[in-house]
C-alpha cells in the first residue's frame, strides 16, 4: 500500500489531476480527471449488482462506441438511485469534458463513489473542469488516489516495472475501498495503466484475469456496491512490440504483473477495512470443486460471528466449524473437515485436536495478519479469499458515514 509519499512510477502516456469540487466536503480534492493518450486502449469490468449506478450505465454504452480519452471520477457522492436525473447528470459531466477537450462525449466515461441516492450536484463538477484540465501532469498519481477515497483511510497506489522483450514496461495502480466490500466486484474503484502495447482482446482478458484472485476475491462485510469498476488502460507509449498472443511470455509477463498490482491493491482494501484491526487470508483445500470451496470460504469471511471473533482474537472455532457445516455444501461430511489457525490444527476430523490449545489459537489471532485454513477432505479443488475482523469503529463509522 501506498501513502502519498511513497515510490510510484508515472505511465507516459497518461496524465492527471485533482481538484476541489465541494461534491461532499469542503477543502478537498474530490474530483479527478485522467487524459489517456490518443490510440490508448482500454479494458474495463464493473458490478454485478443489478441496481447499477448511473455512471456505470454511461461508462458502458461508452465504451461500446470508441475507446476513451478522458476518465473523470468523483468521490462523495455514488449518482446511484437517482434515476433519470442521475443519468443526465453522468451525461452532463461528459459533456463538459468533452467540450473542454474539443473530442465527442463517449470519448468520456464517468466514474462515481460515495453516498446513494443523493443528486449529484452536476454543477460543482461542470465548474471544476477547466481547472483539472490546468492541472494535468503524468506525475499527479498520488494527488488523484487520496481525491477518490471516501471512508478510506489511507490513499492505496502500487506500481512495478517488468521486463517485456527488449525493454521494459510500467504497470501502475490506484484504488480506493475500505467499505461496501465484497465480490463481484468488491465500494471499490481501481484504475490501472501500463504503458505496453497490447491487443485489445488481450488487455480485456489480462484485466479479468488479474481480477478474478484479488478484487473478486475479498470481504469486508458482504456488500457488493453500485458502482465497483475498475478499468486498465494501455497506452503502447513504452514502444516495443506490441503483445498480441496469450500464450507468449510477453503476455504472461505482463499479465503476472497487472495480477500482482491488483492483488496488493486488494489486500489494502481489506487491511483499510472500516475500523479494521486485523487481515485474515480464509484458505479452503480438499474442495470437490472450485465453486465449493469458494462457497465455503465466503462463509467463513461473511459471518458476522467469526468476524468478531476475530476482532476479539478469541480462537471460538465453533463458529468457523458452524460457517462450514451450513455453507451449503451438499453431503457434507463434518468428519472429514480439519481446520487450522496458521500452522497450529484446532480442529481434526471434525472434533478438537488432542494437542490444541486455546493458548496456541489465541496466539495466532492477537497477530495482525494470519490465515484460517480448511480442509474439507472432499477432493482436489482450493479458494482464498481476503477478509477482515468487523469492529466496534464498523458500526460508528457506518453509522455516521451521512452525518
Given at each position: 500500500?501506498?501513502?502519498?509519499?511513497?515510490?510510484?512510477?508515472?505511465?507516459?502516456?497518461?496524465?492527471l489531476?485533482?481538484?476541489?469540487?465541494?461534491?461532499?466536503?469542503?477543502?478537498?480534492?474530490?474530483?479527478?480527471?485522467?487524459?489517456?493518450?490518443?490510440?490508448?486502449?482500454?479494458?474495463?469490468?464493473?458490478?454485478?449488482?443489478?441496481?447499477?449506478?448511473?455512471?456505470?450505465?454511461?461508462?458502458?454504452?461508452?465504451?461500446?462506441?470508441?475507446?476513451?480519452?478522458?476518465?473523470?471520477?468523483?468521490?462523495?457522492?455514488?449518482?446511484?438511485?437517482?434515476?433519470?436525473?442521475?443519468?443526465?447528470?453522468?451525461?452532463d459531466?461528459?459533456?463538459?469534458?468533452?467540450?473542454?477537450?474539443?473530442?465527442a462525449?463517449?470519448?468520456?466515461?464517468p466514474?462515481?463513489?460515495?453516498?446513494?441516492?443523493e443528486?449529484?450536484p452536476?454543477?460543482?463538477?461542470?465548474?471544476?473542469?477547466?481547472?483539472?484540465?490546468?492541472?494535468?501532469?503524468?506525475?499527479?498519481?498520488?494527488?488523484?488516489?487520496?481525491?477518490?477515497?471516501?471512508?478510506?483511510?489511507?490513499?492505496?497506489l502500487?506500481?512495478?516495472r517488468?521486463?517485456?522483450?527488449?525493454?521494459?514496461?510500467?504497470?501502475?495502480?490506484?484504488?480506493?475501498?475500505?467499505?461496501?466490500?465484497?465480490?463481484?466486484?468488491?465500494?471499490?474503484?481501481?484504475?490501472?495503466?501500463?504503458?505496453?502495447?497490447?491487443d485489445?482482446?488481450?488487455?480485456?482478458?489480462?484485466?479479468?484475469?488479474?481480477?478474478?484472485?484479488?478484487?473478486?476475491?475479498?470481504?469486508?462485510?458482504?456488500?457488493?456496491?453500485?458502482?465497483?469498476?475498475?478499468v486498465?488502460?494501455?497506452?503502447?507509449?513504452a514502444?516495443?512490440?506490441?503483445?498480441?498472443?496469450?500464450?507468449?511470455?510477453?503476455?504472461?509477463?505482463?499479465?503476472?504483473?497487472?495480477t500482482?498490482?491488483?492483488?496488493?491493491?486488494?489486500?489494502?482494501?481489506?487491511?483499510?477495512?472500516?475500523?479494521?484491526t486485523?487481515?485474515?487470508?480464509?484458505?479452503?483445500?480438499?474442495?470437490?470443486?472450485?465453486?465449493?470451496?469458494?462457497?465455503?470460504?465466503?462463509?467463513i469471511?461473511?459471518?458476522?460471528?467469526v468476524?468478531?471473533?476475530m476482532?476479539?482474537?478469541?480462537?471460538?472455532?465453533?463458529?468457523?466449524?458452524?460457517?462450514?457445516?451450513?455453507?451449503?455444501?451438499?453431503?457434507?461430511?463434518?468428519?472429514?473437515?480439519?481446520?487450522?489457525?496458521?500452522?497450529?490444527?484446532i480442529?481434526?476430523?471434525?472434533?478438537?485436536?488432542?494437542?490444541?490449545?486455546?493458548?496456541?489459537?489465541r496466539?495466532?489471532?492477537?497477530?495482525?495478519?494470519?490465515?484460517?485454513?480448511?480442509?474439507?477432505?472432499?477432493?482436489?479443488?482450493a479458494?482464498?479469499?481476503l477478509?477482515?475482523?468487523?469492529?466496534?469503529d464498523?458500526?460508528r463509522?457506518?453509522?455516521?458515514?451521512?452525518?
Amino acid at each position: 500500500m501506498s501513502t502519498d509519499e511513497a515510490p510510484f512510477s508515472a505511465v507516459t502516456g497518461v496524465r492527471l489531476s485533482a481538484v476541489a469540487a465541494g461534491i461532499k466536503y469542503a477543502d478537498r480534492h474530490d474530483l479527478v480527471l485522467m487524459e489517456l493518450v490518443e490510440g490508448a486502449r482500454c479494458a474495463a469490468v464493473f458490478t454485478r449488482n443489478a441496481f447499477c449506478a448511473a455512471p456505470v450505465l454511461v461508462a458502458r454504452q461508452h465504451l461500446e462506441k470508441e475507446s476513451p480519452r478522458y476518465l473523470l471520477i468523483n468521490s462523495g457522492n455514488a449518482n446511484a438511485g437517482t434515476g433519470e436525473r442521475g443519468l443526465a447528470s453522468a451525461n452532463d459531466s461528459c459533456a463538459s469534458v468533452a467540450e473542454a477537450a474539443g473530442c465527442a462525449s463517449h470519448r468520456v466515461l464517468p466514474f462515481s463513489t460515495g453516498v446513494i441516492g443523493e443528486p449529484l450536484p452536476i454543477d460543482r463538477v461542470t465548474d471544476a473542469v477547466s481547472g483539472l484540465f490546468a492541472g494535468l501532469g503524468e506525475q499527479a498519481w498520488p494527488e488523484a488516489a487520496r481525491a477518490i477515497m471516501t471512508t478510506d483511510t489511507v490513499p492505496k497506489l502500487v506500481s512495478r516495472r517488468v521486463a517485456l522483450g527488449r525493454g521494459a514496461v510500467t504497470v501502475t495502480g490506484m484504488a480506493k475501498g475500505a467499505g461496501m466490500i465484497r465480490p463481484d466486484m468488491a465500494t471499490m474503484l481501481a484504475f490501472l495503466a501500463t504503458d505496453a502495447t497490447v491487443d485489445q482482446t488481450l488487455l480485456q482478458q489480462c484485466l479479468e484475469q488479474a481480477v478474478a484472485p484479488s478484487f473478486n476475491s475479498i470481504s469486508v462485510d458482504g456488500d457488493t456496491s453500485t458502482n465497483d469498476a475498475c478499468v486498465l488502460v494501455a497506452t503502447g507509449a513504452a514502444g516495443g512490440d506490441p503483445v498480441v498472443h496469450p500464450d507468449s511470455d510477453a503476455y504472461r509477463a505482463l499479465s503476472a504483473a497487472v495480477t500482482e498490482v491488483c492483488m496488493e491493491l486488494a489486500r489494502a482494501i481489506v487491511r483499510d477495512g472500516e475500523g479494521a484491526t486485523r487481515l485474515v487470508e480464509v484458505v479452503v483445500e480438499g474442495a470437490g470443486n472450485g465453486e465449493e470451496a469458494r462457497q465455503v470460504a465466503y462463509t467463513i469471511a461473511h459471518s458476522p460471528l467469526v468476524k468478531t471473533a476475530m476482532f476479539a482474537a478469541d480462537p471460538n472455532w465453533g463458529r468457523i466449524l458452524a460457517a462450514v457445516g451450513r455453507a451449503g455444501v451438499e453431503k457434507l461430511d463434518i468428519g472429514g473437515v480439519s481446520i487450522w489457525l496458521d500452522d497450529t490444527c484446532i480442529v481434526r476430523d471434525g472434533e478438537p485436536a488432542r494437542d490444541y490449545t486455546e493458548e496456541a489459537g489465541r496466539q495466532v489471532m492477537e497477530q495482525d495478519a494470519y490465515k484460517v485454513r480448511v480442509g474439507l477432505g472432499r477432493g482436489e479443488q482450493a479458494a482464498t479469499v481476503l477478509t477482515c475482523d468487523l469492529s466496534y469503529d464498523y458500526v460508528r463509522i457506518n453509522a455516521e458515514y451521512r452525518s
